[in-house]
């Protein structure tokens, strides 16, 4: 079969192959239309809002709690219910959605593992087509993979729970049109994730759970929670057998934490403190804000007050509302080295430690060999315990607004620029490559790095700033900079490697980028654009 024979309004710009034939098939495809057509108009008007409340903190106007909705604030009210087997998530494990790595996760000493067609998936065609085959694969218990070097890889007798990431409201699938247009990635992924799984899922006594990434407003909550009704009832299943835990990671979300479980209550089971692009998203809400540019990306940790306050007032409102509260990444990668593999396990034991003590039911890793050392961590915390929903922190001052927009000390040093420039170029080039999960000095990288790299190279342009040494950050020394550090990248690479890779037009890209006026939302939209 191929497409030409299907009778449907959506546009396939892809041929069929032996891929597409197993999951696009007349019913799914008539399921990813009908949400389309639903959708589709709502999910314009959210972004046409994104637009409007970025412009009024353009023009001087700093974020806040919303007066309008204080009556759910302060309502007593709980989220719905949290399925059994999702009660228990002390240690997730995320990754792309690429066969050998779900089943090296889902295996993994871990409790749930976020499959992710989202910021560590560069989403070619082929890409998310083979991600659907994969998670429907590992949903059956039919995955298996074998390597070049003729090793087997299998899913073992209890595999973690698995949850998918679905792409955020703004990236679009531009494989498939609706009137001419690009359809949402997002409800593409949920589409087809739910549409080929949800029955065995329930069967296995499981249930069809997803991450929201990049939600902004409850306005988009809502749009979500409506997405997930119609599905439940387009199959006749209870309301609320489609479970969400969304990431709270947009400066904007974190002013709506109590209206965004409200408006998902039936459906949503917990939050997370998705920290790398909330520091992304702080860094581009505040952009015109000379009085809130952050430092070196290094020195923006956890125990800067305004990331501290976010996560705090995260577990407060979670656990007020019986919801789960989720705790960030570790991007380490275990080394090979014995001393500084220590030096790497004591960081991430310190991290996980300060999550578990402020009261995280789990936390998040990017590899499997930090299972152990998380679980550790949070086995110690919890006891007998399932998760931490127990602790209320309602002891705890009250979180305001000024200490969530709290200017960050630190210094911006030539070193941090210039490592900002050889971690964003290495990444974007591997992006566009078809690759968003990639290990770069030690840490597994996802978008979120490269994103805050570029943006606080523009931030500091934007403002004119001045590094530690005097020099002052203009476009010129960052362009100076950047032909200097793609040297040094190919040199790190070697010469035939650097010339087959993409890195000139990842500079070329990074470039544009840092040094035009108008700070483009996210590097993805641009470099999608050079996927096939």
């Known amino acids: 079969m191929t497409q030409q024979a299907l009778t449907t309004d959506l546009t396939f710009t892809k041929p069929f192959g ?28 959210l972004l046409e809002e994104r637009i409007h409340w970025q412009k009024k903190i353009d023009d001087g106007v700093l974020p806040n ?27 997730e494990i995320t990754g792309p959605v690429e066969r050998k790595m779900v089943i090296n996760a889902l295996n993994s000493n871990v409790k749930v593992f976020m499959a992710d067609f989202e910021d560590s998936l560069a989403p070619s065609w082929d890409k998310v087509i083979s991600g659907q085959i994969n998670l429907r694969d590992a949903v059956n218990g039919t995955i298996s993979y074998t390597s070049e070097q003729g090793k087997r890889y299998e899913l073992k007798s209890e595999p973690a729970v698995l949850v998918a990431r679905v792409r955020g409201l703004h990236l679009s699938e531009k494989h498939v049109l609706y009137k001419k247009e690009p359809i949402s990635g997002g409800l593409f992924d949920f589409a087809l994730y739910f549409y080929l799984n949800h029955k065995n899922l329930l069967a296995n006594g499981s249930g069809p759970y997803f991450y929201l990434p990049k939600i902004q407003s409850y306005h988009e909550a809502q749009w979500w929670s409506d997405v997930f009704s119609f599905a439940e009832e387009h199959f006749n299943l209870p309301k609320g057998t489609i479970k969400a835990t969304v990431l709270i990671e947009t400066l904007p979300a974190v002013f709506q934490m109590d209206e965004i479980l409200y408006h998902l209550r039936h459906h949503i089971v917990g939050l997370n403190c998705g920290r790398w692009d909330y520091i992304f998203s702080y860094i581009k809400t505040l952009k015109n804000h000379s009085d809130r540019v952050l430092p070196d990306r290094q020195s923006v940790t956890m125990t800067q007050p305004f990331l501290s306050a976010y996560s705090r007032l995260l577990i407060k409102t979670c656990h007020k509302r019986g919801a789960f509260a989720m705790g960030g990444m570790s991007a380490f990668i275990p080394r090979k080295d014995i001393e500084q593999n220590q030096l790497v396990m004591d960081k991430v034991r310190a991290d996980k430690e300060l999550e578990a003590k402020n009261g995280h039911d789990g936390t998040w890793i990017a590899h499997p060999g930090l299972a152990d050392i998380a679980m550790t961590v949070f086995n110690t915390a919890l006891g007998e315990r399932p998760n931490q929903l127990a602790v209320s922190r309602e002891e705890d001052e009250t979180i ?43 840490l597994m990288e996802d978008a979120a790095t490269a994103e805050i790299s570029r943006t606080s190279i523009w931030q500091w342009i934007r403002h004119e700033k001045s590094l530690s040494d005097g020099k002052k950050v203009t476009k010129e020394l960052f362009r100076q900079m950047l032909k200097e550090e793609l040297d040094i990248i190919k040199q790190e690479v070697g010469e035939m490697n650097f010339n087959q890779g993409r890195f000139m037009e990842a500079s070329n890209l990074m470039e544009r980028i840092t040094t035009q006026d108008e700070l483009i939302d996210f590097l993805t939209l641009p470099g999608y654009q050079l996927l096939d």
């Open 65 to 91: 709690f919303i007066s309008e909705t204080i009556s759910i604030r302060e309502g007593d009210w709980k989220v719905q219910g949290i399925p059994d087997d999702l009660k228990d998530r002390r240690v």
């Open 400 to 442: 305001t607004a000024e200490q969530l927009l709290e200017p960050c000390l630190g210094e911006r040093t030539e070193e941090g620029m210039r490592a900002n420039i050889r971690v964003a170029v290495q990444y974007i080039e591997a992006w566009i490559s078809g690759n968003g999960c990639v290990p770069i000095y030690g």
């Open 18 to 45: 032996e891929a597409e034939n197993q999951i696009l098939l007349p019913e799914s495809i008539g399921f990813i239309e009908d949400l389309v057509v639903e959708f589709s108009d709502r999910r314009k008007k």
